[in-house]
C-alpha cells in the first residue's frame, strides 16, 4: 500500500492533530488574550473539520491491518465532528469566561483524537491506545475547573475508577493474548474459542467499554462526574465520549467477538436490562438536572444494548441513528441548561419550575429534545428508539422485551416530570429571562430542527444503510 | 400523494399557522377555520367514495397512496380509508369543529390549547386513515402526550396526578401495541413472502395460532387500555374528570376509539384464529365492564365522573360487539364507537358548559338549571336520552345492531353475557334520569344561579352539530349500515374461514 | 290508495305538529302551538274515522275475515339478511279499532288542556309532548315489525315520562316520572331479551311472518320449542318475557307500582297515557301475538289469565281504601286492565274459544272511553277544588252539574249497569272466563262487584256527602274547553256498547257473536247494584259507618291503604339491594382496588428508587467494588451458563 | 537448567492482580491508591510478558504492549497526581472517604 493512501486514510485524525498543533502555536503567541476572537478561530476550524468529514473517504486498512476505515467509521467521526462543532458552540461563554480556552480545547481535540484511533483501531493495542488517549484528557477536563471542589472531586473521581477500569481491562486483554496469541482484529475473531480463559477475557475486557459508556454496574462514576464537571465538559462525555463509546462497543462486539455471539448477546441482554432499570429508577429521584441527564443516558444506553442485541446490520443502522439523534438531544438540554446555570447559576429542577412563563423559547426547545430522548412523536426520537426496539426484538428475548416495555413508561414518566415543571408547575423563584447568545441560539436552532426534521429523514437511515461495517 | 394526506396535513398546518398572529381572536379564528376545513375535507372524501363506490368498485381500501418512508424496515406511508375508518374521520371531524367550538370563551394560553388540540386531530385521522401498522402506531402515539399537556395545563382538580395518569396508563398500553405490531412484522417474514408493516398484505398471510395468541392479546389488551377496557379504565375517570371540556370530548370521543378501531382492524383482523380462540375473554371482561361500569356510575355525584364511568360502559359494548365475532356485532360496535363519540361529546360539552357557567359539577349542588339554561338543559337532556338508547338517537341503533348481534352466537356462555349486556340499559336509564332529575330539572338551590345566561352561539353551533350528527344516525342508520356493510364483511370473511 | 296516504298522514302529522312546535323556539306564541295541536289531533281524528270506515266498509270483509294488509314498508335498519327493522304500518282491525280510540281520546285531551292548562308557563313544550306521544302511541299501534313495535314502545315511554315529569319543579313529580321511566325500563329489558329470542329462532322480527313460523310446526318452531332453560322451552321463556315487557306498560302485578305515582302529572295526561292508551300497550301486545300464546304456548296464556285476575281484585281492594281520587282512578284503571289481560288469558284458539280475545278488545275500547271521562271528570273537579283528597270536596253536584252528570254516567258505565257500554264489554269477559277459567270467573264477578263499589264511593264523597252550600258560584262558567270533551266522551261512554263489536274484531279475523245471555248477567248486574248501594249508604250523607267498617277491617283496611306495602318492597330492594350492596361496592373497589393497583404500582417504584439510593454512595471505593462484582457475577455467569 | 513453568508465573501475576485491587478497595489515601492500580497494571505486565515468553516466543507483541502500558501509566500517574494535588488545594486532604460531596 502506498504510504499516502494510508495518510489520506488518517485524514480524520489528521485534521485533528493539525488544529491542535495550531492551538499549541496560538497558546505561544498570546493570541488567546482575547477569548471571543480566539473561540470564533476555534469553532471556524471545527466547523471547517466537520465539513472537510464529508469529502469521498478512501477505505481500507493501513499499516499491516493495525489502522482501518470504512463508511460507517467515516459517518461516526463525522457525527462524532459534528457534536463537537455543537458542543463547542454552546459552551462559548463559559470558555469565554475561564481562562483556560486552550487548554480546554487542547485537551477536548486530544480526547477527540483518542475516540477517531479507538473507532478506526485494528488491533487490540491501538485499541488500548486510543481507549487511554481519549479518558485522560477528559480527566483532566473534569477537573478543568480547578477553583471549585466539585470539579476537582469529579477529576479524581474519573481519573481512579479509569485506572482502575484499566486495568481491569488490560488484565481481560492479557489473558486474551494468552488465549489467542495475536492481538489484531482478524486473527482474534477467527481464533476465539469459547473456552473459560477467553470468555473470562471478554468479559473483562467488556467491562473497560461498558465502563466508557457507563453501563450498570460500571456507571456509578457518571453522575457524579456529570455533576461536578463543568456542563459543557459533561455534554462532551454524556454525548460525545458515550457515542464513541457505543460505536467502539458495538465494533468490538460485531468483528471481535463473532465466534461467541450468542454468550455476549446472553451478557449484553442482563446489562440492558439492568442499564436500563437502574438508569429510570435512579432518575425518578434527581433534583439536579445534570444528574438527571447523567440518569437518563445510562437508561437510554440501556435501550442502545438493546438494540446493539439484534446483533445484525439493521442493528448497526438503528443504533448510529439513534446516536445521532440522541446526541442532538442531549446538546439542546445541555447547552440550555449551560446557558441558565451561566447566568443564574440554577442547575435544579425545582428551579426550572414555570421555565415556560418566563423563558418560552429554551423550555419549547428543551421540551422538544425532552419528548425526543422520551420517544414520544412527532420527534425524532421516538424513530430513532422505535428502530432500535424493532431491530432489537428480531433476536432480542422476550423477558428483555417485557422489560424494555415497562422501562418505556418509567422514562416517559421521567420526562414528563421535566415538561410538568416547565408547564404546569407554578415556579418558585422568580427566573430571569435568559438571553442565550447567538451561539448557543444557532446550536438550539440546528438541533431542534434536526430533531424534527429527521422525522421524515428516511433517506439518512437507508444511507446508513448503503454504508458497509 | 392521495386526498386523504390532505386531512394530515390540514390540521397540521392549521397548527403551525395558527402560532403566528398575535390576538386570541386571530388564533381562535384560524383554528375555526381550520377544523371547518378538516370537517368538509371529510365530508367531501364521503362524498366521492359513495360515487367510487356506487360506481361499483369493490376494491377493499379506496384512495389508497403508499409511498416509501423507511424502505430499509419496509415502513410506508401507507394510506386508505374504507367505510369503517371513513365513518371514524367523519366521528374525527365532528368532535373536533365541536370541540373548537365549545372552547371559544377559554382565556390562558389560547395559541398552546390549539395547538394541541389540532395535534390531536392530526394523530387521529393519521390513525384512522393509515394502513401501515407503523404509521398507526406513529399516530396512536401522537395522540398520548397532547392530552397530558391539554389536562395538566387547562385542567381542574388533581390534574397533575390525572394527567400522569392517564400518560402513563396510554404510554403502557401504546407500548404492548408496540410489541404486538413487532411481533407481527417479524413473524410475517418468517411466514410470509418478507417483514411488512402493511395491514393488506398481513391480512393476505396466516400466521401459525401460537404466535397469533401472543400478539392478539398483546395488541388487544394495548388497544383495550385505550378503550378503557375493564380493567385498565381507571385513567378515564380521574382523566375526564380533571380535563378541560374539549379535552374531555377529546377523550372520549375520539381517544377512546383509537382503540376500539384498533382492537377491530389489528387484533382481530390480523389474527383471526387467536380471535376465535381468545376472544372469550375479552368477551368476560367487556360484560364486567358493561355491569360493573354501570354501576359505578350510580354512585357517582360528580356530572364528569358519571359520564366518564359510564363512558367505560359504554365503551365495553364496542369491546363486546368485536369480541362476539358477529358480522352483526361488528357493524354494532363499529356504530357503537361513532355514536358513543358524537353522543359522550355532546354530554361533556354540556357538563362543560354547566360548570362554566355554575363552578360546580356535583348533581345534588344543581338543579333547575332546564329553567335557568334551557338550552343547555335540553343539550343534557338529549345527551342523556340517546346514551339511555332512546330511539332516534344514534345510541339505539347502535346497542341494538350488538345485541342482535351477540344473540346470533349460540351458546350459554355467550347468551349470558349478551344478558348482562341488555340488562345495563336499565341501570343506565337510573342513573341517567337521576341526573336529569337532580341537575337539570327541580328548582334553583342557589340564588347566584338566577342571573346565569344560555349558551353562546359558539357552544350553541357546537351542539346543534353533535345533535345533528346522534339524530341522523338514530333516524336514517341505514345510510351508515350501507357504508360499513361491505367492509365488515371483509373482516368477518378472514374470521370465518 | 288514498286511505293509506290518509294512514301515514296520521302518523306523521303528530310527529310534524311536535318538530314545529318543538324547534320554533320562542318566536312561536303559546297561542299558536295550541291551536297547531289541537287542529292537528282533529284532523288526525277525521282521517282515522274515514280509514276505519274505509277499512270496514269500503273494503270490507274477504270471504268474512278481515284480513291485514300492509300499508308500507321499507328496510329501516338490516342485521343481517332476513332479520332486520322495517318500518311500515299495518292495517287490521285491532290497529284500526286503536286508531280510534287513540286519536279520539287525545283529541278530546287536547282541547280539555286548553282549559286546565290555562296559564301554565312551558305550555308549548306540554303540547309538543302530547303530539310526540299521540305519535308514538299510534306508530306503536301500527308497527309491522315487533322490534319496530320495540322502537314506539320506548318512545312512548319517554314521552310519559316527560308528561309526568311536567311539573318538574315538584320533587315528587320527578320521583314518579323516573318511577314510572325506569320500572317500564326494567320490563323492557325482558321484553327485549324476548323478541331477541323470537326473532333469532324465527330468523325474522316481522310480525306476520313470526305468527305464521311460531304457529305452524316448522324449523323455527323446533328450534324455539326444541332447545329449553330451566325446563321451560325457548318459546315459552320469549313469550314470558314478552308479557313482562306488557305487564310492565300495564302496571300489571307486581310491576303496577309506578301508575298510581303517575298521578302526579297533569290530570289530562293520566287521562290520555295513564288510562286510555299507553297503559293498554301490555294488552295490545299480546293480543298482536295472540295466534303464538294461544297456539304454541297456552301455558303461558293461562299464566296471564291468573295475573291478570289477581291484578283485577288486588288493585280494586287497595282502590276502595284510597282517598286520592287521582289515585282511586288509577287503581281502577289497573284493575280493568286486569279485566283485559284475563279475557286473553282464558281465551283461546279456534272457534268457540276466542270470545275472550274480542271481549277483551271490547273492554279496552269502552273502558278507554269511561275511564278517560272519569279522568276529565276529576280533573275538572281537581281543578275548581284545587285538591285531591276526596276530604276536600263534596256536594260538588249543584256547583257543577255537567261534570256531575258525565261523572255518574262514566260510573254506571264502568259499574257495569245496562245499558251503559261497560255492561256489554265486561259481560263479554265474563262470560269467556265462565267458560274458559271458572275460578277466575268468581274473582272477575267479585271484582266487578268491588268496582261499582269503590266509583260510587268515589262519586258519592266527591258530589254528595256534604250539604251543598247554596251561594256556591258555578265553576264551570265559560269552560266550554273542559265541557265539551266531558260531553262528548259522555256520549261515547254510554253508546260505545252498542256497536256489535265482535262482528269486526276477532282473533281470526271472522266476525263472531257476543252473546248476551239475559240469565247469566243477572248475577253480575246484581251485584253491582250491590255494590252501589252499599257505598250509598256509607258516603250519601256524612256518618261514621266508614269509620266503623275501617275498624272493623282493622289491619286489613290499613295493609289496603298503604297498598300491601309493594312500594316499600321495592324501596328496599332499590335502595338497600342495588345502591348499598352492589353500586356503593362497585364504586369502592373501582377507587380502591382497580385504581389502588394502579396508584400503588407508581408508588413502589418510587419507594424503591428511594431504597436503592445508597448505592450511589459516593464513596469511590464502592464504586469500583459493584464494578468489580459485576465483572465477577457476570463470568460466573457466563461461565455456568456455556461451560 | 529447567525453567519455572508459565503456572507460576500466572499464579504470580493474578495473586499481585488481587493485592492491588485489595489495595485499591481498602486504601484510603489516593496516592496510595494509584500505586495500587499500579500493582494491577504489573500483573497485566507480567502477563503478557510470560506468555509471550512461553507460548508465542517467535513474535515480540506481548513485550510491546507492556512497553506502552508502562509507558501509559507514567502519563496516567502524572495526571493523576497533578488532580490530586488540585483536590489537596480543595479538601485540604487526600482522603478518598473525604471526596464524596456528591453522592446519591
Keep these: 500500500m502506498m504510504i499516502n493512501e494510508s495518510l489520506l486514510l488518517l485524514r480524520y485524525e489528521g485534521i485533528i492533530v493539525f488544529m491542535i498543533f495550531v492551538l499549541f502555536v496560538l497558546n505561544l503567541t498570546d493570541f488567546d488574550k482575547k477569548p471571543s476572537r480566539f473561540l470564533n478561530v476555534v469553532n471556524a476550524m471545527l466547523f471547517i473539520n466537520f465539513i472537510a468529514g464529508f469529502l469521498p473517504m478512501p477505505e481500507g486498512s493501513a499499516f499491516q491491518g493495525f489502522f482501518r476505515s470504512s463508511g460507517i467509521i467515516a459517518l461516526e467521526k463525522n457525527v462524532l465532528n459534528l457534536g463537537i462543532l455543537l458542543i463547542s458552540l454552546s459552551g462559548y461563554n463559559w470558555v469565554a469566561k475561564s481562562r483556560k480556552a486552550v487548554e480546554y480545547y487542547i485537551l477536548l481535540l486530544s480526547s477527540l483524537l483518542g475516540l477517531f484511533v479507538m473507532l478506526s483501531s485494528g488491533h487490540i493495542l491501538v485499541l488500548y491506545l486510543g481507549l487511554e488517549l481519549s479518558s485522560l484528557p477528559m480527566a483532566a477536563l473534569a477537573a478543568l475547573n480547578t477553583n471549585s471542589q466539585k470539579s476537582s472531586e469529579a477529576g479524581v473521581k474519573y481519573i481512579l475508577s479509569s485506572a482502575f477500569s484499566t486495568g481491569v481491562t488490560l488484565f481481560g486483554i492479557s489473558l486474551l493474548y494468552g488465549a489467542v496469541g495475536d492481538l489484531s482484529f482478524q486473527s482474534i475473531s477467527q481464533h476465539l474459542q469459547p473456552n473459560a480463559l477467553s470468555l473470562m477475557a471478554c468479559i473483562f475486557m467488556l467491562s473497560g467499554f461498558a465502563f466508557k459508556v457507563s453501563v450498570v454496574p460500571f456507571h456509578f462514576w457518571t453522575a457524579d462526574v456529570y455533576e461536578g464537571a463543568p456542563t459543557s465538559v459533561s455534554n462532551f462525555y454524556a454525548v460525545i465520549s458515550k457515542g464513541a463509546g457505543i460505536f467502539v462497543l458495538m465494533t468490538v462486539l460485531y468483528s471481535l467477538f463473532k465466534n461467541i455471539t450468542e454468550i455476549w448477546l446472553y451478557t449484553i441482554s442482563i446489562l440492558a436490562a439492568l442499564s436500563m432499570t437502574i438508569g429510570n429508577l435512579f432518575a425518578l429521584r434527581q433534583n439536579n438536572f445534570k444528574r438527571f441527564l447523567a440518569f437518563s443516558s445510562i437508561a437510554q444506553v440501556g435501550f442502545v444494548l438493546v438494540g446493539i442485541t439484534s446483533a445484525s446490520k439493521v442493528g448497526i443502522d438503528s443504533v448510529i441513528y439513534f446516536v445521532i439523534i440522541y446526541l442532538l438531544s442531549n446538546v439542546v438540554l445541555f447547552s440550555v441548561i449551560e446557558a441558565i446555570s451561566d447566568k443564574t447559576g440554577k442547575e435544579k429542577i425545582s428551579d426550572l419550575k414555570g421555565l415556560y412563563k418566563t423563558n418560552p423559547l429554551f423550555s419549547i426547545v428543551m421540551t422538544i429534545a425532552l419528548f425526543s430522548l422520551a420517544g414520544v412523536p412527532p420527534t425524532a426520537g421516538f424513530f430513532g428508539k422505535f428502530f432500535l426496539l424493532t431491530s432489537g426484538m428480531g433476536a432480542g428475548s422476550y423477558i428483555l422485551i417485557g422489560i424494555t416495555a415497562i422501562n418505556l413508561v418509567l422514562s416517559l414518566y421521567n420526562y414528563l416530570r421535566i415538561v410538568k415543571a416547565f408547564f404546569i408547575d407554578k415556579e418558585e423563584a422568580e427566573m430571569p429571562l435568559v438571553k442565550g447568545n447567538w451561539q448557543t441560539s444557532l446550536v438550539l436552532l440546528a438541533c431542534g430542527c434536526g430533531i424534527l426534521v429527521l422525522t421524515f429523514a428516511g433517506g439518512l437511515y437507508h444511507f446508513i444503510d448503503t454504508l458497509n461495517f | 400523494m392521495s386526498i386523504l394526506t390532505l386531512l394530515i396535513i390540514c390540521p397540521l398546518l392549521t397548527s403551525v399557522l395558527l402560532l403566528l398572529p398575535k390576538s386570541d381572536k386571530g388564533t381562535k379564528s384560524i383554528a375555526l377555520i381550520g377544523s371547518i376545513i378538516q370537517i368538509a375535507l371529510t365530508g367531501y372524501i364521503t362524498f366521492l367514495y359513495q360515487a367510487i363506490r356506487s360506481a361499483g368498485d369493490k376494491s377493499q381500501m ?40 365549545v372552547s371559544w370563551n377559554i382565556k390562558n394560553q389560547v395559541k398552546e390549547f390549539f395547538f394541541f388540540i389540532m395535534l390531536l386531530s392530526t394523530g387521529a385521522f393519521g390513525f384512522f386513515m393509515s394502513l401501515d401498522l407503523f404509521m398507526l402506531f406513529f399516530f396512536l402515539e401522537i395522540a398520548v402526550v397532547p392530552k397530558y399537556m391539554l389536562i395538566g395545563i387547562w385542567g381542574s382538580g388533581k390534574k397533575e396526578n390525572n394527567a400522569m395518569k392517564l400518560a402513563l396508563m396510554l404510554m403502557a398500553g401504546s407500548a404492548m401495541v408496540f410489541l404486538g405490531i413487532v411481533g407481527i412484522y417479524f413473524a410475517s417474514g418468517y411466514f410470509g ?61 375520539i381517544s377512546m376509539k383509537l382503540g376500539g378501531y384498533g382492537c377491530l382492524r389489528v387484533a382481530t383482523y390480523l389474527m383471526p384464529t387467536a380471535a376465535k380462540e381468545l376472544s372469550w375473554i375479552f368477551i368476560i371482561l367487556a360484560s364486567i365492564a358493561i355491569v360493573y361500569g354501570a354501576f359505578a356510575t350510580l354512585m357517582q355525584k360528580d356530572l364528569k365522573y358519571m359520564n366518564a364511568y359510564s363512558s367505560v360502559s359504554h365503551c365495553g359494548f364496542v369491546v363486546l360487539g368485536i369480541a362476539m365475532l358477529t358480522k352483526t356485532a361488528f357493524a354494532g360496535a363499529v356504530m357503537q364507537m361513532v355514536s358513543h363519540g358524537l353522543m359522550t361529546a355532546l354530554f361533556f360539552a354540556a357538563i362543560g358548559m354547566i360548570y362554566d357557567r355554575t363552578h360546580t359539577r356535583m348533581s345534588d349542588q344543581l338543579g333547575g338549571m332546564l329553567k335557568q339554561l334551557p338550552f343547555i338543559g335540553t343539550a343534557f337532556i338529549i345527551a342523556g336520552l340517546c346514551s339511555l338508547g332512546l330511539p332516534g338517537f344514534s345510541g339505539f341503533v347502535s346497542e341494538m345492531t350488538i345485541f342482535t348481534g351477540s344473540w346470533e352466537k349460540a351458546g350459554l356462555f355467550y347468551r349470558v353475557a349478551t344478558i348482562l349486556a341488555c340488562a345495563s340499559i336499565v341501570i343506565t336509564a337510573v342513573y341517567i334520569l337521576r341526573a336529569v332529575g337532580k341537575a337539570i330539572w327541580g328548582t334553583v338551590t342557589n340564588k347566584t344561579y338566577l342571573m346565569l345566561t344560555d349558551a353562546t352561539w359558539s357552544e350553541r353551533a357546537a351542539t346543534i352539530l353533535l345533535v345533528v350528527g346522534i339524530v341522523i344516525i338514530g333516524v336514517a342508520p341505514f345510510l351508515f349500515i350501507r357504508l360499513i356493510e361491505p367492509d365488515v364483511q371483509y373482516i368477518i370473511n378472514r374470521i370465518i374461514l | 290508495m288514498n286511505s ?16 314545529f312546535i318543538g324547534l320554533s323556539g320562542r318566536k312561536l306564541s303559546t297561542g299558536m302551538a295550541v291551536s297547531v295541536g289541537c287542529l292537528t289531533l282533529i284532523t288526525t281524528l277525521i282521517f282515522s274515522i274515514a280509514v276505519a270506515f274505509d277499512y270496514f266498509f269500503v273494503k270490507g270483509s274477504v270471504g268474512g275475515v278481515y284480513a291485514p294488509q300492509i300499508v308500507a314498508r321499507f328496510e329501516w335498519l338490516r342485521f343481517s339478511p332476513g332479520m332486520s327493522i322495517d318500518l311500515g304500518l299495518i292495517v287490521d282491525p285491532i290497529s284500526v279499532m286503536m286508531l280510534l280510540v287513540i286519536t279520539c281520546i287525545s283529541t278530546m285531551v287536547n282541547i280539555f288542556s286548553i282549559g286546565y292548562m290555562k296559564g301554565e308557563e312551558r305550555l308549548k313544550s306540554y303540547y309538543a309532548y302530547l303530539s310526540l306521544f299521540t305519535f308514538s302511541m299510534l306508530g306503536l299501534v301500527l308497527s309491522i315489525n315487533i322490534f319496530q313495535m320495540y322502537i314506539f314502545w320506548e318512545l312512548v315511554g319517554i314521552s310519559s315520562f316527560l308528561l309526568i315529569g311536567f311539573f318538574f319543579n315538584k320533587p315528587s313529580a320527578i320521583a314518579a316520572a323516573k318511577k314510572a321511566f325506569i320500572v317500564t325500563r326494567f320490563a323492557d329489558f325482558g321484553f327485549l331479551i324476548g323478541i331477541l329470542i323470537l326473532g333469532t329462532g324465527a330468523k325474522t322480527f316481522d310480525f306476520l311472518t313470526l305468527i305464521d313460523r311460531l304457529t305452524h310446526p316448522g324449523v323455527a318452531l323446533d328450534s324455539l320449542t326444541g332447545s329449553g332453560f330451566l325446563g321451560m ?15 310492565g306498560k300495564s302496571a300489571m302485578f307486581p310491576l303496577h307500582i309506578w301508575l298510581p305515582d303517575a298521578m302526579e302529572g297533569p290530570t289530562p295526561v293520566s287521562a290520555l297515557i295513564h288510562a286510555a292508551t299507553m297503559v293498554v300497550a301490555g294488552v295490545f301486545l299480546v293480543a298482536r301475538l295472540f295466534p303464538i300464546y294461544s297456539i304454541s304456548a297456552p301455558e303461558v296464556l293461562q299464566g296471564i289469565a291468573y295475573i291478570g285476575s289477581f291484578t283485577a281484585l288486588f288493585s280494586a281492594l287497595i282502590a276502595c281504601a284510597q282517598t286520592d281520587i287521582k289515585k282511586v282512578l288509577a287503581y281502577s284503571t289497573i284493575s280493568q286492565i286486569g279485566f283485559m289481560m284475563f279475557a286473553l288469558g282464558v281465551a283461546g284458539w279456534g272457534e268457540g274459544h276466542d270470545e275472550g280475545f274480542t271481549a277483551s278488545m271490547f273492554h279496552l275500547f269502552t273502558h278507554a272511553f269511561f275511564k278517560a271521562l272519569l279522568f276529565l271528570c276529576a280533573g275538572s273537579v281537581i281543578h275548581a277544588v284545587h285538591s285531591n283528597e276526596m276530604k276536600d270536596m263534596g256536594g260538588l253536584r249543584k256547583s257543577m252539574p255537567i261534570t256531575h252528570i258525565t261523572f255518574l254516567l262514566a260510573c254506571l258505565a264502568i259499574a257495569g249497569i245496562p245499558p251503559f257500554s261497560g255492561f256489554f264489554s265486561k259481560e263479554a269477559i265474563l262470560s269467556a272466563a265462565a267458560h274458559g277459567n271458572p275460578p277466575v270467573f268468581y274473582v272477575g264477578l267479585f271484582t266487578s262487584a268491588l268496582t261499582s263499589f269503590y266509583m260510587f264511593r268515589l262519586y258519592f264523597s266527591i258530589f254528595w256527602s256534604k250539604p251543598v252550600d247554596a251561594h256556591a258560584h258555578n265553576h264551570e262558567k265559560g269552560q266550554w274547553a273542559m265541557n265539551i270533551p266531558l ?7 254510554v253508546l260505545a256498547g252498542l256497536i256489535p263489536f265482535g262482528k269486526y274484531v276477532s282473533a281470526t279475523g271472522k266476525a263472531i257473536e257476543l252473546p248476551i245471555h239475559v240469565m247469566f248477567s243477572v248475577l253480575p248486574v246484581c251485584l253491582g247494584l250491590g255494590g252501589i248501594l252499599v257505598a250509598a249508604f256509607m258516603y250519601k250523607k256524612q256518618n261514621e259507618i266508614p269509620q266503623k267498617v275501617t275498624k272493623l277491617l282493622g289491619n286489613f283496611y290499613e295493609a289496603a291503604y298503604k297498598k300491601f306495602f309493594i312500594d316499600e318492597i321495592y324501596l328496599f330492594l332499590t335502595h338497600k339491594v342495588i345502591f348499598n350492596l352492589i353500586g356503593r361496592p362497585a364504586a369502592w373497589f373501582d377507587r380502591n382496588v382497580v385504581d389502588g393497583m394502579i396508584q400503588r404500582t407508581g408508588s413502589t417504584s418510587v419507594n424503591t428508587s428511594n431504597a436503592i439510593k445508597n448505592l450511589q454512595s459516593g464513596k469511590l471505593q464502592g464504586y469500583t467494588m459493584y464494578f468489580l462484582g459485576g465483572v465477577i457475577v457476570l463470568v460466573v455467569l457466563i461461565l455456568i451458563k456455556f461451560l | 537448567m529447567e525453567q519455572v513453568p508459565l503456572a507460576h508465573m500466572l499464579i504470580l501475576s493474578t495473586i499481585l492482580f488481587f493485592i492491588g485491587i485489595y489495595g485499591f478497595f481498602t486504601r484510603r489515601n489516593m496516592i496510595t491508591m494509584l500505586m495500587s492500580t499500579e500493582l494491577i497494571l504489573n500483573s497485566v505486565n507480567i502477563n503478557f510478558v510470560a506468555f509471550n515468553r512461553y507460548l508465542y ?31 489537596y488545594r480543595k479538601f485540604k486532604t487526600i482522603d478518598i472517604e473525604e471526596t464524596d460531596t456528591m453522592k446519591y
Excluded at chain 3, 233 to 247: D, P, Q
Excluded at chain 3, 487 to 493: M, P, T
Aim: proline share 4%; glycine share 8%.
Design chain 2, 193 to 253: 413472502p418478507h417483514n411488512t408493516w402493511d395491514i393488506l398484505e398481513l391480512s393476505k398471510i396466516h400466521l401459525p395460532a401460537e404466535i397469533q395468541r401472543v400478539i392478539y392479546v398483546l395488541t388487544f389488551v394495548g388497544f383495550g387500555v385505550f378503550t378503557a377496557m375493564f380493567p385498565f379504565h381507571t385513567w378515564a375517570p380521574d382523566g375526564h374528570s380533571s380535563a378541560p371540556t374539549a379535552a374531555s370530548m377529546f377523550l372520549a370521543g
Design chain 3, 233 to 247: 322451552s325457548c318459546l315459552t321463556w320469549a313469550l314470558i318475557l314478552v308479557f313482562m315487557g306488557g305487564a
Design chain 4, 57 to 87: 516466543p517467535h513474535q515480540l507483541e506481548g513485550i510491546f504492549f507492556t512497553l506502552f502500558i508502562i509507558a501509559v501509566a507514567a502519563s496516567e500517574v502524572s495526571l493523576a497526581v497533578a488532580i490530586i494535588i488540585n483536590i
Design chain 3, 487 to 493: 260531553i262528548l266522551l259522555a256520549i261515547g261512554a
Design chain 3, 4 to 19: 293509506d296516504i290518509y294512514i301515514l298522514l296520521i302518523l306523521l302529522l303528530p310527529l310534524l305538529s311536535f318538530l
Design chain 2, 62 to 101: 379506496l384512495f389508497e397512496s403508499n409511498i416509501v418512508w423507511f424502505s430499509t424496515l419496509h415502513i410506508n406511508f401507507h394510506t386508505g380509508v374504507d367505510g369503517i375508518s371513513l365513518v371514524m374521520m367523519l366521528l374525527t371531524g365532528f368532535v373536533v369543529l365541536a370541540g373548537v367550538l
